[in-house]
């Protein structure tokens, strides 16, 4: 019997029971915080957008202008779809021994679409 309260008196208020809640918010508010930083960095690390005018290699592969899926914290190199090469150096020698420098520059232009099928090979290749 030492297990039961004791009789309330009339009029008098119910005893209060200290209410048990969760941790302080001080405490939750900084973790969360930290945590949707840390989604934020790692969802921003799987995305690359490749401009317009250029292909990316990614994962071994051309992809074209958008947003693309990469591997988190890959570089990726993008190449221009048309440009010009100035001034490129090539240094040979002749047979004689006398050294020849020969400066070359062109004008390219890349079609990706020709570039996935030769990529892609003959169909029926293993």
Do not use: C, K, N
Not at 42 to 47: D, I, P, Y
Not at 68 to 89: K, Q, T, W
Request: proline fraction near 12%.
């Amino acid at each position: 019997m030492s297990r039961l309260r004791p009789p309330l008196r009339p009029g008098s208020p119910p005893p209060v029971r200290a209410a048990r809640t969760g941790p302080p918010l001080r405490r939750v508010v900084p973790i969360g915080i930290g945590f949707a930083a840390v989604a934020a960095v790692a969802l921003a690390a799987l995305f690359v957008r490749v401009p317009e005018g250029s292909v990316a290699a990614i994962g071994g592969t051309l992809r074209e202008s958008g947003w693309r899926l990469r591997r988190p914290f890959a570089r990726v190199p993008f190449i221009p779809l048309a440009g010009r090469l100035e001034g490129v150096d090539v240094e040979r020698r002749t047979e004689e021994g006398a050294s020849i420098r020969i400066r070359l520059s062109f004008a390219y232009e890349l079609e990706p679409g020709r570039l996935a099928e030769a990529a892609a090979g003959p169909v029926g290749a293993a």
